[in-house]
T-cell receptor, first 112, second 117 residues
């Protein structure tokens, strides 16, 4: 079992839809949870990061962490074609320069 | 957010040549930088962790003599692919951490597409 599982998709939705992207993990030491967006042939861009269970909102994006279930989500409201990209979850633990572990990414396509 | 500059963005070279890729943190100091390799429609594969002033830590299966990493200053790390072969063709991405204790904020370069003929 991989430490971080993420469905690669693709996930295809119409413009304006609410998108839900998810990752599960197995390492209970993970404390920091991040979401990155990567456009084709570009480096990933940090979208959201959170430390604890619960929700964190930033504009159209909401990051949700459920540590008890080892499950994190990223919600995108009012999705736009410009949101079409690959979304990678990542997580790390404190101490010893712990290296972030990435999911394989979910490809999102928002069609007009 | 912090800016990481990576150059060149694209390299085409002949088999047997060496290629150097630079990664610079422009507005912050990075004691730790990471080098990744990414194949089409695949996730990031960590190659090595670059620490300023010390030897890089390579992941299992990554040849350190093949992929030379130098982190000479707090703002610059370089990856040199020595004697490149077609199987080294890939998308290489660097990232820098603003907090080496947690690494919860990684900022990535724009990547380098290496094509070895």
């Amino acid at each position: 079992q991989k430490e971080v599982e993420q469905d690669p998709g693709p996930l295809s939705v119409p413009e304006g839809a609410i998108v839900s992207l998810n990752c599960t993990y197995s390492n209970s030491a993970f404390q920091y949870f991040m979401w990155y967006r990567q456009y084709s042939r570009k480096g990933p861009e940090l979208l959201m990061y959170t430390y604890s269970s619960g929700n964190k909102e930033d504009g159209r994006f909401t990051a949700q962490v459920d540590k008890s279930s080892k499950y994190i989500s990223l919600f995108i409201r009012d999705s736009q074609p410009s949101d079409s990209a690959t979304y990678l979850c990542a997580m790390s633990a404190q101490g010893g320069s712990y290296i972030p572990t990435f999911g394989r990414g979910t490809s999102l396509i928002v069609h007009p | 957010g912090a800016v990481v500059s990576q150059h060149p963005s694209r390299v085409i070279c002949k088999s047997g040549t060496s290629v150097k890729i630079e990664c610079r943190s422009l507005d912050f100091q990075a004691t730790t930088m990471f080098w990744y390799r990414q194949f089409p429609k695949q996730s990031l594969m960590l190659m090595a962790t670059s620490n300023e002033g010390s030897k890089a830590t390579y992941e299992q299966g990554v040849e350190k003599d093949k992929f030379l990493i130098n982190h000479a200053s707090l703002t610059l790390s370089t990856l040199t692919v020595t004697s490149a072969h077609p199987e080294d063709s890939s998308f290489y991405i660097c990232s820098a951490s603003t907090d080496s204790a947690t690494n919860e904020k990684l900022f990535f370069g724009s990547g380098t597409q290496l094509s070895v003929l």
